[in-house]
């Protein structure tokens, strides 16, 4: 019995040693310390050209790469961007960054570790220098630098310094497949052609043309200033709605043009702005929902117009919204409406629902200052997050926006315009003196090519002189283009032809009842001779989507 105890004993004590060495190794892997952060700092971009977008891109895939939910913490670029100008207005950062430096902003942030680094662009040639410092010391630390002849090669270069920091900091081993993205090998989609050679933006750069040309529907003496498209009756085919100042046309297509139904006329005082086409209400009738100002844009006056099985009435009018429909998870649509609060850009957003003949506000959602519903769409921009969102904001940027309203990115370049505006400031004696604030047109996301995968599709209209020439608006080509993100922006995959003038919508639906999708576009032109004359005639045009 004594030789038992003592064996009991003395198995009771390994156990107990065994046990403490186990948690002593595990707390000295990391196993049992706490969540680490990271703050990762704008890298510096040395380059004769403007590198901003691959700047917020190198932050975003690092982020996305390193982040490890309950082990490691990222920053948020806004929080980074706070303590750094912070620290340069304290005196704290003087000059370039170096690793004491790090150590004493990370110290004052109190992060684990900062990342900071450059990246160098000559010619075709592109290099990587970086370092990832632990702020107390008492690791090395790590420094990678890598070239390439390669612009393309950005993103492989990113993958393999982010899998040195998993592995030799965080003991953690992350396959760079992961983030590898497929290429389409020559892709084509009906009458829109890539063709550039594989770049920085994973698809080309900017050579991309329509290869079978477009099919003109429509030529009108006005301007057409928006466009939907739905089953508007119940009679199996789809219409056409278009918007002139204070009346909306509705058609449908006999052969190969748009034979008129309707003529649909409004107070002359308003001016119509935006269009959209959904059944919110759930009587089997799609609405139009309009969005209009009053003549002295300043004012918004939107109203909602229905069939009731003879004749197009308005159900709802004197509206002080802006609407947009977008396309929730499941496909179903959601009217989304802004208020009109001090501008375009600065009315809270909700999401509306319908109560009888009336839509109240349901939920209002979070978004960055300077966003208009007019220019916002739902959907994945980044591989499996559904829940964000486009936007283009009122400098013309694209901006990525989280499910948290916050911005994840924003383009250098410029998108989106119109000459569709609202007037902004005290009125004076001539009205062409006044501010004006323009609205930008829709962006959707639609499934497009053989996986059938989301893309972006999005108006850039490009003004004469490059924008300036007065601040009147005056457009000499516009264009469609349909976009992916590629793991650092989003690039163009393709796009139309430049078309003369501006394009001030666009939908996508098989008007013609073929099977095939066609992206049909409202363009407004004016007069060759007299360039800088007011816009002066609008044509519909189709693109087929195969």
Not at 391 to 413: D, K, M, P, Y
Not at 509 to 526: F, K, L, P, Q
Request: with cysteine; hydrophobic share 40%; proline share 3%.
């Amino acid at each position: 019995m004594r030789k038992f105890t003592q064996i009991f004993f003395a198995f009771r004590t390994a156990v107990a040693v065994l046990t403490f060495f186990a948690f002593w190794t595990a707390a000295d892997s990391g196993l049992c310390s706490e969540t680490k952060t990271v703050a990762v700092f704008p890298f510096e971009m040395n380059s004769s050209q403007d590198l901003g977008f691959l700047q917020n891109g190198l932050f975003s895939m690092l982020s996305s790469r390193l982040s490890d939910a309950g082990k490691v913490d990222v920053l948020d670029r806004e929080t980074v961007d706070k303590a750094l100008a912070g620290a340069r207005a304290s005196g704290l950062v003087k000059g370039g960054f170096n690793e004491g430096v790090a150590r004493n902003i990370g110290a004052q942030m109190g992060v684990d570790y900062i990342l900071f680094g450059s990246l160098t662009h000559y010619g075709e040639s592109i290099s990587l220098d970086a370092a990832m410092v632990d702020v107390t010391g008492k690791k090395e630390t790590l420094a990678f630098f890598e070239q390439s002849n390669a612009m393309g090669d950005v993103i492989p270069l990113v993958n393999s310094f982010a899998g040195d920091i998993n592995m030799k900091v965080f003991n953690r081993n992350i396959d760079n497949k992961l983030y590898a993205r497929p290429q389409e090998q020559n892709p084509t989609l009906g009458g829109l052609q890539y063709a550039g050679s594989p770049g920085l933006y994973g698809g080309g750069m900017m050579a991309m043309q329509a290869s079978q040309g477009f099919t003109t529907h429509l030529k009108m003496a006005d301007v057409i200033r928006a466009m939907a498209t739905g089953d508007l009756n119940k009679d199996g085919r789809l219409q056409v709605v278009t918007a002139t100042d204070s009346s909306l046309q509705i058609y449908h297509l006999e052969g190969s043009l748009l034979t008129e139904e309707t003529h649909l006329d409004y107070a002359s005082y308003l001016r119509i702005i935006g269009l959209d086409v959904a059944d919110i209400n759930g009587n089997g009738y799609p609405e139009i929902f309009v969005t209009a100002m009053t003549i002295n844009r300043e004012t918004l006056s939107s109203f909602v117009v229905e069939y009731n099985g003879s004749s197009y009435t308005t159900i709802q009018d004197g509206l002080s919204y802006y609407f947009r429909v977008m396309d929730s998870d499941d496909g179903n649509p959601v009217l989304y409406a802004q208020e009109k609060g001090r501008g375009p850009y600065a009315g809270k957003i909700y999401i509306m629902s319908p109560t009888n003949d009336t839509y109240r506000e349901e939920k209002a959602i979070r978004m960055p200052r300077g966003t208009s519903v007019l220019s916002l769409a739902r959907g994945p921009v980044r591989e499996g997050n559904a829940d964000e969102f486009l936007s283009i904001n009122q400098h013309h940027r694209l901006v990525l926006i989280n499910e948290a309203g916050s911005n994840e990115w924003e383009s250098t370049e410029k998108y989106g315009k119109t000459n569709n505006y609202w007037f902004s400031g005290a009125q004076g004696a001539d009205d062409s003196y006044r501010e004006r604030e323009y609205f930008n047109p829709r962006i959707k996301f639609h499934p497009v090519g053989e996986e059938q995968k989301k893309k972006v599709f999005i108006i850039t209209n490009n003004e004469l002189g490059g924008g300036a020439i007065g601040r009147i608006k005056r457009f000499k080509e516009g264009r469609v283009e349909i976009m992916s993100w590629n793991g650092i922006a989003l690039a163009p995959v393709f796009q139309t032809v430049p078309l003369q003038g501006w394009v001030s919508d666009f939908n996508i639906a098989d008007i013609d009842n073929d099977g095939i999708e066609e992206m049909v576009i409202s363009v407004v032109t004016r007069s060759k001779i007299a360039i800088l004359a007011d816009d002066k005639t609008s044509n519909i045009i189709s693109y087929k989507l195969k």
